[in-house]
Every structure is written in C-alpha cells, then in structure tokens.
C-alpha cells in the first residue's frame, strides 16, 4: 500500500487561508451587491465607451478627444433608449394581452385537455384551478420592487459611470506610480489590455450573433402574425448575453405566448422549430467560428460562473457572468501561485488566448528607463 502523499504545514495553512479567504471575498461581494452590481455595469459600459472610442478613431477623422464624447453619446443613448423599449415594449405588450385576455382562459383550458388526451390522462385541472394554487399578488409585488431596482440601478450605473469617466484622466499617472520600472508597467498593461480584449470581443461575438438571430426571429414571428414582435425581438437580444439561460428564454417564449394567442398550435409549432434551428446554427457554427481564442473559457466554468453570479447579484450577476470569468482566468494568469486556476478555468489549458504569456518577473534593472 502507498504512503500517503505528505503536506507541509506551510502548504496547509497557504490553502486554508486561501479556502477563508474566497469564503469572505464572496460573502462581502453578496453582502455589498447593492453597492457593487451598479459598479460593475458601469465598469462594463465604460470598456464599451473605450471600444467605440477606438473604433471612431480608427473610422472617422475625430481626434481624441471628441472620438470620447461621440462614443460616450452613443452608449449612453443605447442604454436609455434600451430601457425605454424595455419599459415602452412592456407597456404594449400588456395592452395588447389584454385585447385577448377573454380568449385566455379558454385557450389554456383547451391546451390542457389537449395535453391530457395525448397522454392518456383524465380529470384535466381548469386554468381557473392553476390560478388559485398561485400567489398572483406576491408576485406583482415582487415584480414592483424588480420595477423599482432597475429604474434606481440605472441612475447609480450613470452616476459610477460618470465618476470613472473622470477619473480615467489620472490614470496613466497613477499607473506609473504603482509600477515605477517600465517593465512591471508593461506587464500590467498587457494584463489589462488582455482583460479589455476579452471583454470587448464577448461583446462583439453576443452582439452580432444576436443580431443575427434576431433577424430571423423577427421574420418568423411577424410572418405568423405574433403580437408585439418587435418587443419579443428586442427581448431576444438583450437575453442573448445570459449565457444558456438566454438560449432557452429566446427559444420558448415566443412560441409559449404563441399558444396562448392563436386557436392552432401551427403558429407556435413553426416558432419553437424556427427559434430552435436558428439557436442550433448560431450556437454551434457561427459563434465558435467567431470566438475562437477570445473566449477561452471551459464551458462547465461558464455554467458555474452563471450559477454563482446569479446567485450573487441576480439578474445582472447573470448578465455579467462571462465577462467576470475572463477578468479572473486573465488576473489569476499572472501570478505563479494562482495560474493553475486559470489553467482550470481555461478551455485549453493555456490562459493566454490571444498572445505568448509575458515572461515572468526577473530581476528588476537597477535603473528604470526613460520613456514611460
């Protein structure tokens, strides 16, 4: 029989703190998430401000300055104007629910019987009977407060915004103070532009491969005739960036509201099968193709990153929960003593997706050199 592998003192006691350590960072993060989720959005609408800001500069003769202001102008426009189609949608989409709202009863007493007789099953309960074993009032209230969390969380996710923006001004200063030797400042430049480029690219994947399924859907619900389908699109996009979550939402919803609206199952039935083959050639063909090492991350860590961020901050945990995975595999890259996790996280087993790992820290030059 082998002997049991040994572990130093030292050894033990490093893991354990490290165990304690990530207990306390994570209660913290949860206990501070009314704090902490504007903060991260607003961080996350600031990498975007600086995406477009390059791309403006590259496309158009602006200087840097009002390539700034026209990218900040643009984001900021789509973030009210997504919450005002979000609102607005809503709005006409319950207004138009109630111009069938007769019909509903019915119909779902109808779908049930229909349910019943494909299996085999008597006594069907009445939609009447579902209702009553539901706590309608707790969950509009529920959905009030969810209501008044977005419309507070906005105004907090600008004001975080506009405080980055300024201070983005004294950054490189500061930059130059924390790593005094141009070689640790490269280092972390390379870090962040690695932790930048991740970010930027799973927002340009999400967004094109959404658009893309977007389309589609939007032919196929205006071609059964789907009330209120430009709010169904729009909803399909934003819960694109829900990694699995989104697929399912954008898959069966539809065709679930279509159910309700029509007296034939046709309509919902070529919906479930559009949406489904769409999400099938995006999912498995076209997104890969355009990953490709941007997101270098193990799918069992997105699934874990999803439930853990939810779990967290909610819904806007779920909507950042990729991106926070690529910040950690690319910060735990940098350190010897935490690389095996990124390692973990990887897809690969190789943490640098898009360049060779720096080398690591040597000994420092005796004196730094003279450009910054």
């Known amino acids: 029989m082998k002997n049991p592998v040994s572990m130093s003192a030292s050894a033990v006691s490093r893991n354990a703190l490290a165990l304690i350590a990530t207990v306390a960072a994570g209660a913290a993060i949860y206990w501070l998430r009314d704090i902490l989720t504007p903060l991260a959005m607003a961080i996350f609408l600031l990498i975007m401000i600086d995406g477009v800001k390059r791309s403006v500069e590259t496309r158009t003769p602006l200087n840097d300055r009002w390539a700034g202001v026209a990218a900040l102008t643009l984001v900021v426009v789509a973030f009210f104007a997504s919450i005002a189609i979000i609102v607005n949608g809503a709005a006409g989409f319950f207004g138009e629910a109630s111009g069938v709202s007769q019909n509903i009863g019915p119909r779902i007493d109808q779908i049930i019987r229909d349910v019943y007789g494909l299996v085999d099953l008597s006594n069907p309960p009445t939609a009447q009977d579902l209702i009553n074993q539901v706590d309608i009032r707790g969950y509009l209230t529920s959905m009030a407060f969810q209501v008044q969390g977005v419309a507070s969380g906005s105004f907090f996710v600008l004001v975080y915004l506009g405080f980055l923006l300024a201070s983005q001004i004294g950054f490189q200063r500061k930059i130059v103070a924390m790593f005094p030797l141009k070689a640790q400042r490269d280092e972390a430049v390379a870090v962040f532009k690695r932790v930048r480029g991740g970010v930027e690219g ?171």
Not at 316 to 334: H, R, W, Y
Not at 341 to 365: C, F, H, I, N, W
């Open 202 to 372: 799973y927002i340009w994947v999400q967004a094109v491969t959404g658009a893309m399924i977007c389309v589609v859907a939007w032919i196929l619900m205006r071609a059964v005739g789907l009330q209120n389908a430009e709010f169904w699109t729009f909803v399909i996009f934003i819960v694109g960036f829900i990694p699995v979550l989104g697929g399912a939402v954008a898959g069966l919803a539809p065709p679930l509201f279509a159910l309700v609206q029509f007296d034939s199952y046709w309509p919902a039935l070529i919906l479930l099968v559009g949406l489904q083959a769409i999400l099938f050639v995006v999912g498995n063909l076209i997104q890969p193709r355009m990953q490709g090492d941007n997101q270098n991350i193990d799918p069992v860590v997105v699934l874990l990153a999803l439930a853990f961020w939810g779990k967290l901050w909610g819904v806007v945990g779920m909507f950042l929960s990729t991106p926070l995975a690529v910040v950690a595999m690319a910060i735990l890259a940098e350190f010897k003593g935490s690389r095996w996790m990124a390692v973990l996280l990887s897809g690969d087993g190789e943490p640098y997706a898009q360049e060779e790992p720096p080398k690591r820290r040597g000994k420092a030059p005796a004196k730094d050199e003279a450009d910054a």
